[in-house]
Structure formats: C-alpha cells, structure tokens
C-alpha cells in the first residue's frame, strides 16, 4: 500500500480551503475555513493504532498507513480529498504559506524530543536541508547549543543566519576536531542525523559522549548494513534510535510555533511558484537551488 499507483499526483505538505464537508466532517468543519492537512492517513485499527504507539511515537507506525502525495493522490492539483480528523483548523493569524512547513517541523519536533536533550546540551546536527535547519531551530527553542554538519557552505551559512552556534564542513575542515573544541573534547549530548547514509551514522558514534543519543531521522537508500561495536554501545551506554514522521501532539506544537512566529520561515522558504511553473521548482530542487520552494494554486 505504500508503493505509489502509477500515474498519481504528488503534493505532500499543503494548506488549503474546504471546498466541500463530508457528512462526518460537516459537523466539524464548515466551507470556507482554512486547514492544514496531516499527510499520513492512518488505519485506526491496528495494534499501533488502538495502543496509542502510532498517536504518540510516530504516526507512520501504523501498519496500514498511506500518505498524500505518495500512495493517495497528493495536492499538486485544484482539490485533494482527505479524512476529516486529518485536517486542522489555522488560526486566524497564522500565514497560508508558512504553514505548509507544518508536517516537516512536527517530524523534526519528534526527533529532537527523542534525543532527550536538555536546556544547555550540545547537540550535532547532520545535514543543513530543510529537516537539519528546522531540528536546529526546534533545538536552539530547547536552549541547546547546536553545531551543525553540511558540505554545501550556502547552507552551512543559512544555518549561521537562523542562530546555530557552530558550523562545519567536513571537505573543508577537522569534523572531530571541531567537535572537540565545540563540546570542551566531552563530546555532543545527542547526534540528530537528518540526510542518510551508513558511513554517517557510523561516524556519529566517535561524536556522541558516553550515555548519549543518536537520532536517525532520515532513510538511506539503497537499504544497508552499519557495522558498529556492540561494546561500543555497552561499556559507555550509547542509545541509537530511529525516528520516523509526527505525533499528534508534535503536529499541533509545530503549528502553534509557526503562528507565533517562533520559526524564521523566510529562510526555510526560498521560493514560491504558481503550478504552471511547477517544473522548474522540481528542477531547481534536484540542483539543490534553494530550499523549501512552496507551489500556490
């Protein structure tokens, strides 16, 4: 179910405007109001739904989910369907655009709650995407000190505008020893990994200190092996997890920090295109032009 038709319309972090309630939604919402969707539609009736693992850990723990804009026609288009309980209401001052970054935060609003850092720990983030950026961000709202990882210097220097406290390009300079001097040679609390790869996550094991977290928070394609010691893990206490997508709870918090402005959107979204020129956002993406480039319909 979570391969794609073939041909489907994608579209996978949007705000939109009911056009039309359903008999269960028109109790709920009326035509007019302004939602943004929540992209992973879940069954509601696996054991990871009914236990509350899906509501509460990640909703792409759900056994049957399906997803907008991947495995369910997407919003690249003049209207998308979706189940009611996965639309939510904007507040009235918050911004239509600025919103569709609400998913992609709530997803990196997970992985820094399961990192457990807290006010005043060292965190290393990898990669300076959209994801890295936004787990900086939620990290510095923590009051944590954040250094962050990235070959591409234009986006190293995003992430210097939007408050991160150190930055390093490991093609350019000494990672470890960068992070020896950031951490006073102890080593980051927490690792958070937001671009894939096996050599990366094997590599975060020398950053972290003893009893700290390693976050992966993005897939590696192809599928691989990491090749780690177990006593590595035993002797100085290292937890490496896994996350994947939202909460409900993650969801609603990365909306309510949008609409309070606690989110410098303007240096996440770099571009906003009409759907005729579609195109060349997609091309000017795969040449890593930019970062988040929003399509108004």
């Known amino acids: 179910s979570k391969i794609p038709k073939v041909p489907f319309i994608t579209g996978h972090e949007f705000t939109g405007i009911v056009a039309k309630a359903g008999k269960g939604a028109s109790k709920f919402f009326e035509e007019g109001e302004r939602v943004v969707g929540m992209p992973v539609v879940t069954c509601q009736k696996c054991y990871s739904c009914i236990s509350g693992l899906s509501s509460n850990e990640g909703v792409a723990l759900c056994q049957n989910y399906k997803v907008i804009g991947h495995s369910i026609d997407g919003a690249f288009a003049e209207y998308v369907r979706l189940p009611w309980w996965a639309a939510v209401k904007l507040p009235k001052n918050a911004d239509f655009v600025e919103a569709t970054l609400t998913e992609p935060l709530a997803d990196c609003l997970n992985?820094?709650?399961?990192?457990?850092?807290?006010?005043?720990?060292?965190?290393?983030?990898?990669?300076?995407?959209?994801?890295?950026?936004?787990?900086?961000?939620?990290?510095?709202?923590?009051?944590?000190?954040?250094?962050?990882?990235?070959?591409?210097?234009?986006?190293?220097?995003?992430?210097?505008?939007?408050?991160?406290?150190?930055?390093?390009n490991p093609k350019e300079e000494n990672i470890d020893e960068k992070i020896k001097m950031f951490t006073d040679k102890k080593g980051v609390h927490a690792v958070i990994i937001t671009i894939g790869g096996k050599n990366?996550?094997?590599?975060?094991?020398?950053?972290?200190?003893?009893?700290?977290?390693?976050?992966?928070?993005?897939?590696?394609?192809?599928?691989?092996?990491?090749?780690i010691d177990p006593n590595i893990l035993h002797y100085r206490l290292i937890t490496i997890t896994g996350c994947v997508s939202y909460t409900l709870r993650t969801f609603y918090d990365a909306l309510q920090l949008i609409t309070e402005k606690k989110i410098p959107s303007e240096k996440i979204i770099t571009n906003i295109v009409q759907l005729d020129d579609i195109k060349n956002a997609f091309e000017e993406v795969m040449q890593r032009k930019g970062l988040r480039h929003v399509v108004v319909i």
């Open 111 to 168: 992985g820094v709650n399961k990192s457990l850092i807290r006010l005043g720990d060292d965190v290393l983030i990898i990669g300076s995407g959209v994801m890295g950026l936004l787990t900086a961000i939620a990290c510095k709202l923590q009051g944590a000190n954040v250094i962050i990882s990235d070959l591409l210097n234009e986006r190293l220097q995003v992430a210097k505008e939007i408050g991160v406290d150190e930055t390093v």
């Open 200 to 227: 990366i996550i094997e590599s975060a094991l020398s950053y972290v200190r003893s009893g700290g977290r390693i976050v992966i928070l993005a897939s590696t394609f192809p599928p691989t092996k990491i090749e």
